[in-house]
Nanobody
Framework: QVQLEESGGGLVQAGGSLRLSCAASGRTFVSYAMGWFRQAPGKEREFVAA????????DYADSVKGRFTMSRDSARNTVYLQMNNLKFEDTAVYYCNLVQRRQATGRWGQGTQVTVSS
């Protein structure tokens, strides 16, 4: 099973930007669909975005569409989430995972904290 490590979280002001990274351990030779999920205090973990194995297509939750963009770098076994125009309600722990039909299929890592100040 692929092991993933998230990074790039931090504290930003509303309207600011962050880029999250999710790196797979070891070398991989097959591209899998990857997704980002988040969990805010007192809420269930929710789907944020996903990108196809080839990187040709992406899928976004309505709450982030137009503000967040996923991309991947196969050479680095890394997937990214560019977050622009951040809102207070984006505050959450963000996780990456293998994804199928907006559902995570792999093991959860530690995630990375994103805090947006109002």
């Amino acid at each position: 099973q692929v092991q993933l490590e998230e990074s790039g979280g931090g504290l930003v002001q509303a309207g600011g930007s962050l880029r999250l990274s999710c790196a797979a351990s070891g070398r991989t030779f097959v591209s899998y669909a990857m997704g980002w999920f988040r969990q805010a205090p007192g809420k269930e973990r929710e789907f944020v975005a996903a990108i196809s194995g080839s990187g040709a297509s992406a899928d976004y939750a309505d709450s982030v569409k137009g503000r967040f963009t996923m991309s991947r770098d196969s050479a680095r076994n890394t997937v990214y989430l560019q977050m622009n125009n951040l809102k207070f309600e984006d505050t959450a722990v963000y996780y990456c995972n293998l994804v199928q039909r907006r559902q995570a299929t792999g093991r959860w890592g530690q995630g990375t904290q994103v805090t947006v100040s109002s």
